[in-house]
């Protein structure tokens, strides 16, 4: 089970191997379908809620915990800050 589980982490880490801009600032669509109702600014405590309250898969998650705690005003902020902790 606990390789199975590790495997599935591998696996949802690999689909964010280019997390989470490109060249238009777009949040990666697999993280932004889970802050798809998030109201601006939202700060990170919020963003973890907002993400947890879509069913958020763990690497996610995990993201997001590592997101400076400060505000964010747009989406463009929150792609920006996952693309130093993709980095």
């Given at each position: 089970?606990?390789?199975?589980?590790?495997?599935n982490i591998t696996l949802e880490a690999s689909?964010?191997?280019?997390?989470?801009i490109n060249d238009n600032k777009r949040l990666n669509p697999e993280l932004q379908k889970y802050l798809k109702s998030v109201d601006y600014p939202?700060?990170?405590?919020?963003?973890?809620e907002e993400a947890?309250?879509?069913?958020a898969s763990e690497i996610v998650m995990e993201i997001l915990g590592r997101f400076e705690d400060k505000s964010y005003y747009n989406l463009s902020d929150i792609a920006e800050e996952?693309?130093?902790?993709?980095?």
């Open positions: 089970i606990i390789l199975l589980q590790l495997i689909m964010f191997n280019t997390l989470p939202i700060n990170k405590e919020d963003l973890i947890c309250d879509n069913d996952a693309n130093k902790i993709a980095s």
